[in-house]
T-cell receptor, first 113, second 115 residues
Framework: SQQGEEDPQALSIQEGENATMNCSYK?????LQWYRQNSGRGLVHLIL?????REKHSGRLRVTLDTSKKSSSLLITASRAADTASYFC?????????????FGQGTRLTINP | GAGVSQTPSNKVTEKGKYVELRCDPI?????LYWYRQSLGQGPEFLIY????????DSGLPNDRFFAVRPEGSVSTLKIQRTERGDSAVYLC?????????????FGPGTRLTVL
């Protein structure tokens, strides 16, 4: 079963615009991670935010976390065609020393040139 | 350095056949994970290895699925009597397993199609 939901399921914007994706989850977490996936294959790790952090930046990426609302957002600024991909949030289920990731269904982002 | 590799990249088989999917983790990574991703969905956890042992296999859907990691490096996911519902992309990930903020690095996946 999947932990959370991304919103929207699909997003199409013009190159240069900002893209915002949201993620909601259900249980308490240690951290939340965002991944990018191109063409339905391997996932690329983008950023990890800990449960005691509220905001984190990495290049053109900005992630926020609101543990009281059990939600996170990923902002991509000045989007490029190469940003076209599916984006997933993943929360951890840390049991038996294993950081088992629980993914949402993803947001499919399309950047139009 | 080399990332996680998976072979084959694509596998087409017939219902009822046996398949093996291979994962080569990043050198030195002690933790290895298998996930399964169906079309339009996010990956779902299958099994986790710490070294040679399966520390958590709670995600394996049934006893037709089995995975091994005999020398603590390469892992093989084995599926017996395949069914059409097993069709999915099977993803492998590895990590250093340094604790609660560990990053998992994913391979390109194996796309399994059961006819």
């Amino acid at each position: 079963s999947q932990q959370g939901e991304e919103d929207p399921q699909a997003l199409s914007i013009q190159e240069g615009e900002n893209a915002t994706m949201n993620c909601s989850y259900k249980t308490s977490i240690n951290n939340l991670q965002w991944y990018r996936q191109n063409s339905g294959r391997g996932l690329v790790h983008l950023i990890l935010i800990r449960s005691n952090e509220r905001e984190k930046h990495s290049g053109r990426l900005r992630v926020t976390l609101d543990t009281s609302k059990k939600s996170s957002s990923l902002l991509i600024t000045a989007s490029r065609a190469a940003d076209t991909a599916s984006y997933f949030c993943a929360t951890d289920d840390y049991i038996q020393g294993a950081q088992k990731l629980v993914f949402g269904q993803g947001t499919r982002l399309t950047i139009n040139p | 350095g080399a990332g996680v590799s998976q072979t084959p990249s694509n596998k087409v088989t017939e219902k009822g056949k046996y398949v093996e999917l291979r994962c080569d983790p990043i050198s030195g990574h002690t933790a290895l994970y298998w996930y399964r991703q169906s079309l339009g969905q996010g990956p779902e956890f299958l099994i986790y290895f710490q070294g040679t042992g399966a520390a958590d296999d709670s995600g394996l859907p049934n006893d037709r699925f089995f995975a091994v990691r005999p020398e603590g490096s390469v892992s093989t996911l084995k599926i017996q009597r395949t069914e059409r519902g097993d069709s999915a992309v099977y993803l492998c990930a590895s990590s250093l397993n340094r604790g609660r903020t560990d990053t998992q690095y994913f391979g390109p996946g194996t796309r399994l199609t059961v006819l």
